[in-house]
Nanobody, 124 residues
Framework: QLRLEESGGGLVQPGGSLRLSCTAA????????IGWFRQAPGKEREAVAA????????NYGDSNKGRYTISRDNAKTVVYLQMDALTPEDTAVYYC?????????????????WGQGSQVTVSA
């Protein structure tokens, strides 16, 4: 069982940046695609970005393309989501998820390991 953990969330002012991290307690993320999703109160879960297991393919949601960057370290122990030019509309709980399909998919139904989420609040 892969236990994913998100970190790096918090409160940031509009226009600011945050970097979220996704790790697996005691395990490598080698061989896993990682997706980032978010859910704001009263809204459906939304795909943010995904990266394939080898890091060669990335896939971004339309609402954040150009502002967010997904990456993974060479040791494949952590996947990052760099978020820039944040707006209040980016406020949500952000989740990372994993699968072994190699598709860098933004379809949440294809992911079978999920973290508990990290709150990101963008407010002045």
């Amino acid at each position: 069982q892969l236990r994913l953990e998100e970190s790096g969330g918090g409160l940031v002012q509009p226009g600011g940046s945050l970097r979220l991290s996704c790790t697996a307690a005691g395990f490598s993320l080698d061989g896993y695609d990682i997706g980032w999703f978010r859910q704001a109160p009263g809204k459906e879960r939304e795909a943010v970005a995904a990266i394939s297991d080898n890091g060669e393919h990335t896939n971004y949601g339309d609402s954040n393309k150009g502002r967010y960057t997904i990456s993974r370290d060479n040791a494949k122990t952590v996947v990052y989501l760099q978020m820039d030019a944040l707006t209040p509309e980016d406020t949500a709980v952000y989740y990372c998820a994993a699968n072994t399909m190699g598709l860098a998919s933004r379809q949440s139904g294809l992911y079978y390991y999920w973290g508990q989420g990290s709150q990101v609040t963008v407010s002045a």
